[in-house]
C-alpha cells in the first residue's frame, strides 16, 4: 500500500537529548515536509524539501535540523536547543508546489 | 503572511443534523485543502478545492476564490465525523501550506 510512514508513534526524551523522527513515503512525491502541532492549535511548517539534497526552513526552524539523502525519507532531528519540543510531530508529502499534500499518522513527543 | 481563520471554532451537533465549516483567508491561493483529524491525531484528506465545487457522498465544498473563502458542508453527521476539521491554504511561488486553527466538531447520538 502506498503511504506514508512515521516512526515511531510515541517517543520520551530526557531534557539534553536529541531525537530523531522517521519518515519515509513509498508514493513517489518529490516535496516532503515536517509540521508541529500543540494542543488546540493547527500545525506550523518547521523544514520543507522539495528535492533530494535540498531544503528550506519553515517558520519555526530554531532548534530542528533535517536530511534529505533520499527521495523517499526526510527524518527530522529535535535537538537539546529546542526549548518547548513536546509536542505533535507530522509528516507529510506532496508532488510539490500547489498539489494535494497527504500526512503520515504523527509522532508525538514527551520530554520527561 | 496569509491568514487563515476559520469559523465557528466549536460546533456541537445531534446525530442527523446538517452543518456548514467556513475558512476565510487573506489573499489569493492556488492550494486550498480541508482534513479531519481523528481521535487519534490522523489528518484524513477531505478536498482539494483551490476553486469550485466537489461532493463526496455526505461532504461537499465550495471555494470562492474571489471572495476568499471556502465552505464545507455535512449533511447527516454521524458520530464518526467527529474531530477537528482543518483548512489549510498554499499561495503560489510558496511550498508551505498554512493552516487555520480548526473548528472542533462533536456529534452527539
Same mark, same amino acid.
Given at each position: ?112 | ?17 446538517? #452543518?456548514? =465549516?467556513?475558512?476565510?483567508? %487573506? ?7 480541508? @482534513?479531519?483529524?481523528?481521535?487519534? /491525531? ?27 473563502? #471556502?465552505? =464545507?458542508?455535512?449533511?447527516? %453527521? ?7 476539521? @482543518?483548512?489549510?491554504?498554499?499561495? /503560489? ?17
Amino acid at each position: 500500500d502506498g503511504g506514508i510512514t512515521q516512526s515511531p508513534k510515541y517517543l520520551f526524551r530526557k531534557e539534553g537529548q536529541n531525537v530523531t523522527l522517521s519518515c519515509e513515503q513509498n508514493l513517489n512525491h518529490d516535496a516532503m515536509y515536517w509540521y508541529r502541532q500543540d494542543p488546540g492549535q493547527g500545525l506550523r511548517l518547521i523544514y520543507y524539501s522539495q528535492i533530494v539534497n535540498d531544503f528550506q526552513k519553515g517558520d519555526i526552524a530554531e532548534g530542528y535540523s533535517v536530511s534529505r539523502e533520499k527521495k523517499e525519507s526526510f527524518p527530522l532531528t529535535v535537538t537539546s536547543a529546542q526549548k518547548n519540543p513536546t509536542a505533535f510531530y507530522l509528516c507529510a508529502s506532496s508532488y510539490g508546489r500547489s498539489t494535494e499534500a497527504f500526512f503520515g499518522q504523527g509522532t508525538r513527543l514527551t520530554v520527561v | 503572511g496569509i491568514q487563515v481563520e476559520q469559523s465557528p471554532p466549536d460546533l456541537i451537533l445531534q446525530e442527523g443534523a446538517n #452543518s456548514t =465549516l467556513r475558512c476565510n483567508f %487573506s489573499d489569493s491561493v492556488n492550494n486550498l485543502q480541508w @482534513f479531519h483529524q481523528n481521535p487519534w /491525531g490522523q489528518l484524513i484528506n477531505l478536498f482539494y478545492i483551490p476553486s469550485g465545487t466537489k461532493q463526496n457522498g455526505r461532504l461537499s465544498a465550495t471555494t470562492v476564490a474571489t471572495e476568499r473563502y #471556502s465552505l =464545507l458542508y455535512i449533511s447527516s %453527521s454521524q458520530t464518526t465525523d467527529s474531530g477537528v476539521y @482543518f483548512c489549510a491554504v498554499g499561495q /503560489g511561488g510558496s511550498e508551505k501550506l498554512v493552516f487555520g486553527k480548526g473548528t472542533k466538531l462533536t456529534v452527539n447520538p
